[in-house]
């Protein structure tokens, strides 16, 4: 990929990222579901708050308080819109959710709720704080996936 359409594709998760909770309109045909597509903009922006953390916890990037305190902001945020943005079954041809959400339900909105606490207390203050606190949010996340996602790729959290 050229640097002009890398940064095209940048933009574009970015913009998708923003779009959620927003009424963006589906691909009108293509048998995906603009919720589905909701909720995996959802993960994607996750992932990419905890990569930021796990670089500083793992020393590939240097700790930033302000950096990490809005990866915190984030985290907190989207775990808290899991549960909405999961409560009706849909499914679609790239989607990687199994169906045994909507049949436990309440497990799944628990470990939601895990999740968002386990983002509430991220210690982004300091670099020993983070590393005492973000382990337990890894282990909302991957404890929810080994669940109720298929796992195409084992090391997606992380
Ligand atoms: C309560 C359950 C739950 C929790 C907690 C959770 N996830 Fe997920 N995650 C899912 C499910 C279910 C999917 C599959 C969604 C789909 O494919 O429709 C998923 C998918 C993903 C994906 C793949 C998106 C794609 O491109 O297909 C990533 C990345 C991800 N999650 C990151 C995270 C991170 C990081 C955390 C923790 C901060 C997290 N998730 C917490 C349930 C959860």
């Given at each position: 990929m050229n640097a002009r359409r890398h940064k095209a594709a940048v933009f574009l998760a970015v913009i998708a990222a923003l779009a959620i909770g927003s009424s963006a309109p589906s691909t009108?045909?293509?048998?995906?579901?603009k919720h589905v597509a909701r909720r995996i903009a959802l993960m994607t922006s996750q992932k990419a708050a905890l990569d930021e953390l796990t670089g500083m916890m793992a020393g590939r990037s240097t700790f930033d308080q302000d950096r990490a305190r809005a990866a915190r902001r984030l985290l907190v945020k989207s775990t808290k819109s899991i549960r909405k943005h999961f409560k009706k079954p849909r499914l679609d041809p790239r989607s990687n959710a199994r169906p045994l959400i909507w049949h436990s339900w309440k497990d799944f909105e628990n470990r939601a709720e895990m999740a968002q606490a386990a983002a509430k207390s991220?210690?982004?203050?300091?670099l020993p704080g983070l590393r005492r606190t973000l382990p337990s949010l890894m282990q909302s996340c991957l404890g929810c996936h080994e669940t109720y996602r298929n796992t195409p790729n084992t090391f997606i959290t992380h």
């Open positions: 009108a045909g293509s048998g995906y579901d991220l210690n982004a203050r300091s």
